[in-house]
């Protein structure tokens, strides 16, 4: 069992608890994924997390991808395989999209602004060649939906484009 830090618990409750963007409450198992997510011994964690159909993944990641909104350099990447299953009713980009305060961008490049300066961008895999746009850019934190959709070389990218000034940022403010 993992053991927390008094810093994981900071974390936890200044990017999550105290975050003004996650307006929405968090079930128990989501809450202890989003405090997982918060111990980064090294600076870059990996969780993974599955179940049936309306068991709450994306509201964690939804929550998951705000975590760090309020820091200007911020960027996420949202994956899923399909557009539609990307955007669609029920998906990450759906529940941030209207939040108050974030500015959704739909045409061309998917992403949600925040006034801080940080970026959520959404991209789908259903061409593997797409895999190209990503690799110009670098994310701090990267969440997939339904990782079992992708194929193992676009899941090893990932691993590259993973930065650690938002996780560096956050330990020097608190």
């Not at 929550?63 to 200007?72: D, G, N």
């Not at 490049?109 to 959404?122: D, K, Q, T």
């Not at 940022?169 to 608190?174: I, K, N, Y």
Request: net charge negative.
């Amino acid at each position: 069992m993992t053991k927390f830090s008094s810093w994981d618990y900071s974390n936890y409750y200044h990017t999550i608890i105290e975050n003004p963007y996650i307006d929405f409450e968090l079930y128990d198992k989501q809450e202890l994924g989003a405090l997982t997510s918060c111990h980064k011994q090294d600076g870059i964690n990996e969780m993974l997390t599955g179940g049936a159909g309306g068991g709450g993944k994306t509201k964690l990641l939804s929550a998951l991808a705000l975590q760090f909104i309020e820091f200007s350099q911020y960027r996420c990447l949202v994956t899923r395989k399909k557009y539609r299953e990307l955007v669609g009713t029920g998906s990450v980009f759906d529940m941030l999209k209207n939040i108050d305060g974030l500015k959704p961008r739909e045409s061309g490049l998917i992403r949600i602004l925040a006034p801080s300066g940080a970026e959520i961008h959404f991209k789908a895999f259903d061409n593997e060649t797409h895999k190209q746009d990503v690799k110009v850019e670098s994310y701090h934190t990267i969440l997939n939906d339904e990782a079992s959709e992708l194929n193992e070389s676009t899941l090893r990218l990932y691993e590259s484009k993973i930065g650690r000034a938002v996780q560096q940022e956050c330990r020097d403010r608190s």
